[in-house]
């Protein structure tokens, strides 16, 4: 008899180019965001939290959007008049031995990073839930099925989408390189529910 295996409830992570290289008016604004970077738990981050609003990120904006619009009609399909929009935004930088710890982002829907500056081999490492794991079994070999995490290669230019729950983080930097990347978080902007259940949530998010 044939065995067939099913994957249910898949984990939708999306990945989308820039298409082009950052203009210097861009690079600029990345140099000046982060001359005074604030301390993170093992790397540093803008102080502006909101850097998506500056006027040189409007056409990187204006492409997160889109995507955005694309990943919420692929992955939720809703008849809602409901968005996902940015709350907050931020940069990244990670020098020679220094790492971004593992975390998720609470108070977010889908969460996502742009990659801007990288080393050769460089990217994210996304990690299997294992807090209700009741046994513990050797690998003999990594798969699909049994993976503890994940590793998604990114180049400059690279946008992942992802749901912010999933656990994830960046290995320490190896090169002796500035390692930057733009972050951000999104909520529900509309109308959740319906009347007629008497489960209708309107957000407005500012």
């Known amino acids: 008899m044939d065995q067939q295996m099913m994957n249910l409830f898949a984990v939708p992570v999306c990945r989308a180019q820039l298409g082009r290289s950052f203009s210097e008016s861009e690079q ?3 140099r000046e965001a982060l ?5 993170a738990i093992s790397n540093f981050s803008s102080q502006d939290k909101h850097v998506l609003n500056a006027l040189p990120m409007q056409q990187i904006k204006a492409m997160i959007e889109t995507q955005l619009a694309a990943y919420m009609d692929t992955v939720f399909k809703t008849s809602n008049d409901v968005r996902l929009k940015i ?6 930088l990670s020098g020679k031995d220094q790492s ?9 829907v889908v ?3 742009l990659y801007i500056y990288l080393a050769q081999r460089d990217g994210i490492n996304f990690y299997r839930n294992e807090d209700q794991l009741w046994f513990e079994l050797m690998r003999e070999q990594e798969t699909y099925y049994n993976a503890k995490h994940y590793f998604i290669q990114a180049e400059p230019g690279d946008l992942l989408l992802f749901p912010s729950h999933i656990r994830h983080g960046v290995p320490p930097v190896q090169e002796d390189i500035q ?3 733009l972050s951000f978080n999104t909520f529900f902007s509309g109308k959740l529910g319906r009347d007629e259940f008497s489960n209708a949530l309107n957000i407005e998010v500012s």
Not at 35 to 39: E, I, L, N
Not at 100 to 108: K, W
Request: hydrophobic letters at 35%.
């Open 35 to 39: 001359q005074q970077p604030v301390a």
């Open 111 to 113: 969460s996502g990073v």
């Open 100 to 108: 971004h710890h593992i975390h998720t982002h609470p108070n977010s």
């Open 28 to 30: 600029a604004f990345f």
């Open 179 to 181: 390692r930057v990347s």
């Open 87 to 92: 709350t907050q935004s931020w940069l990244t």
